[in-house]
């Protein structure tokens, strides 16, 4: 499944226009053109002095009013244009910035200075292409234009193209060394070529440079985040939050850090103060979202309600340009073009789930079209990339540029693969672009958008009429929805080890924002009932949360040295830990996806407890392909006592160990043409469903 510990959680330079205009604290545009051209009357160079002054003031709204007056007076005035335009862009109202910051660069073609602002607009704006040649263009009448430089590399790391932004960063610092803005830059970019000394290092030079940089700490505490040094990420989004009240993306950091935490009602009270300063962030709405989910406090029909509630709130203003194009084909037994959009085509647990149906899929029944939505790519995108019929990189466009492209492109039936996690594009789907949508694999839960017409399950995770008043969409039982591809290079199962140490060892590797109180209460039941076993936990790289969830344990009656903490490792680390493993405990109300694939692969049961939501049966529906079932606990009473039993008969269990591999190799799991078949025979049902003019419905492949 999908994971939202820090989704889009750094930020460049752009979080405001205020941040990055170039205009400097007096009467004067930085540009060396003079605020009014000499052949205008003195009443409007009066009037440009004045409207400088409510800049200088923060009288935005003012200032704003004043300069639509004085155009109306004098449309050919362009510094006029241009001091509308700033008024805007100080609003951050980019798409009202973005005519008289036009008007003025075509008015005042030589003046710099309006490029880069009008390239900031763009950038703003989603459109990245444009942007990029505006500063061009203003780089080109002025090179020494340090702001200019940095905008620039803002503008190309956000289209991932590393080598350009350092080189622009590099200008920009060369110009003028104690610019913190660019060592800012550098960070973000040595952070995505995985060089976090280095980035760290770079954020701290910003702030030695001008501590009171908020954005600077925001991103610190997102490089610390990204660590696992929750307490200190924490920190860093509090400092930017003392800096500057209204940044709107460290409330949403907070949130991300209380909630990967465990903590979260805070964690949702971050989120809903980020949207009352912004309620269109489609995205803090998305993360409020993805916490519900895992909170073991709410209702199901509560989290049903709030996903609801998502698609009401951004389908609705989409009514009047949403849906396809109305010349699309209605041949029912035509070659679908079946596009696939995912933020997380690269390394990522979603890839080991759709490689292998790709690999597959009948291109006689279905092209693949994909639209990646992350600016960075590695070895798995570029295999990925091999399978796919048509690749396309959206993360630089629009959701409305998006929608237009897929209608372009004649989609027939898109899939969405993330849910309300990282870099997801619901709001293209909210446009309707295609006729038929669906949600499938990147997030257990409905999207809550009626514009998406079906969600694939199968059988054992939402049997007929479990789940279906949970969902916006109509269920599709696919024979098998999951497929799985275990990692290139994966340790052989060694021997049961409780048969030579004496004691079993449970382990979790779940995330530690699965680890809620009831979790650890029930838990702590299992170890008084197994009083020798130990329990190891993965993926706790911070010490102060160690220390938490000792406590945590010791208020349920588990002392300390029952646990052992282990940081979050690489891949070949992270599985060669299981052979100290025994059992692995499953976490809820959100249970395992990937942590479930990998322990089974590598011999290590996994004990799960279902319960009434998606995420909650996911885990017991990949225990259920493999021939497991009898590892499904319905009750906590029922979870404890398989755990006694299967701790008491390590015989029994070593020889589970040793041929779960080869059990998984013969599981529905491990077929892909199983899913894929599936797939194909559920895309053609839908699609004729559609061409008769008939409305979705769930039914069973």
């Given at each position: ?249 460290a409330y949403c950091a907070c949130g991300t850090v209380l909630k990967d935490i465990g903590r979260f009602a ?152 993330s849910g309300h996690t990282s870099r997801d594009r619901l709001l293209t789907f909210a446009h309707k672009p ?99 076993a130990v329990l190891l936990i993965g993926a706790m790289n911070d010490p102060v949360l160690r220390e938490h ?153």
């Open positions: 499944m999908s994971r939202k510990p820090s989704r889009k959680s750094r930020v460049g330079q752009s979080g405001s226009g205020k941040e990055n205009l170039s205009l400097p604290p007096s009467d004067k545009p930085s540009t060396g053109v003079p605020p009014v051209i000499a052949d205008h009357p003195d009443q409007q160079a009066g009037e440009i002095d004045a409207l400088w002054h409510l800049f200088h003031a923060g009288r935005y709204a003012e200032m704003g009013e004043q300069a639509q007056r004085l155009t109306e007076q004098a449309p050919q005035y362009g510094d006029a244009w241009r001091l509308l335009g700033i008024a805007w862009l100080m609003r951050q109202n980019y798409a009202e910035a973005l005519a008289p910051l036009r008007c003025a660069s075509a008015l005042l073609p030589d003046n710099a200075e309006i490029w880069d602002h009008l390239g900031l607009v763009c950038h703003h704006l989603g459109e990245l292409a444009v942007a990029a040649a505006c500063y061009e263009r203003c780089l080109t009448l002025d090179s020494r234009r340090v702001p200019a430089w940095n905008n620039a590399a803002d503008n190309a790391w956000r289209r991932g193209l590393l080598d350009q932004s350092e080189f622009c960063a590099r200008q920009a610092l060369a110009l003028q060394p104690d610019y913190p803005r660019a060592w800012l830059m550098l960070g973000n970019i040595f952070r995505d070529r995985g060089r976090l000394g280095e980035a760290e290092t770079a954020y701290r030079q910003a702030l030695q440079l001008n501590p009171q940089m908020a954005r600077v700490h925001y991103n610190l505490g997102s490089l610390f985040q990204e660590q696992g040094r929750y307490y200190e990420a924490l920190a860093g989004y509090r400092q930017a939050l003392d800096l500057q009240p209204d940044l709107v993306e805070e964690a949702m009270d971050h989120y809903r103060m980020a949207l009352t300063l912004n309620p269109q962030l489609a995205e803090t709405h998305s993360h409020l979202l993805f916490t519900l989910s895992h909170d073991e406090n709410a209702r199901p029909e509560e989290v049903f309600a709030a996903h609801a509630a998502f698609g009401q709130r951004f389908e609705a203003p989409l009514q009047s340009v949403r849906g396809p194009s109305p010349n699309h084909s209605r041949d029912p037994d035509k070659r679908l073009n079946v596009g696939f959009v995912s933020g997380d085509l690269r390394c990522h647990a979603v890839t080991s789930f759709i490689e292998p149906v790709w690999h597959v899929l009948d291109r006689r029944q279905a092209w693949i079209i994909a639209y990646s939505n992350h600016h960075l790519e590695d070895d798995q995108t570029v295999r990925l990339k091999s399978l796919a019929d048509a690749w396309t990189p959206v993360f630089d466009l629009s959701d409305a540029a998006l929608a237009e492209r897929i209608r372009a492109d004649q989609i027939d039936i898109l899939i969405d693969l295609a006729p038929v949508q669906a949600s499938w694999l990147g997030y257990p839960n409905t999207t809550g958008l009626t514009m998406i017409d079906y969600y694939l399950t199968d059988r054992f995770w939402a049997p007929p009429g479990v789940l279906d008043h949970l969902f916006t969409e109509r269920l599709v039982q696919l024979p098998c929805v999951f497929t799985f591809q275990p990692a290139d290079e994966v340790p052989p199962i060694n021997p049961l080890p409780a048969l030579s140490q004496g004691y079993v060892i449970f382990a979790s590797f779940h995330r530690p924002c699965k680890l809620g109180e009831g979790v650890i209460a029930l838990w702590s039941r299992v170890l008084q009932a197994v009083p020798n969830l000792a406590a945590m344990f010791q208020r349920h009656g588990v002392r300390a040295e029952r646990l052992v903490f282990y940081p979050q490792l690489a891949l070949a680390d992270y599985l060669a830990l299981h052979h100290q493993v025994d059992i692995v405990l499953d976490a809820f109300p959100f249970s395992s996806g990937a942590v479930a694939y990998h322990a089974l692969w590598m011999g290590v049961p996994v004990l799960t407890l279902t319960g009434p939501t998606p995420p909650h049966r996911h885990c017991a529906a990949i225990l259920q392909h493999v021939g497991l079932g009898d590892w499904v606990a319905a009750s906590e009473e029922a979870y404890v006592d398989l755990a006694r039993q299967w701790a008491a008969d390590l015989p029994r269990l070593a020889r589970l160990r040793a041929g779960l591999r080869h059990q998984i190799e013969h599981s529905e799991l491990r077929r892909p043409e199983t899913v894929a078949r599936g797939l194909e025979q559920a895309l053609r049902q839908m699609w004729r469903h559609w061409c008769a003019g008939l409305p979705p419905e769930s039914f069973a492949v």
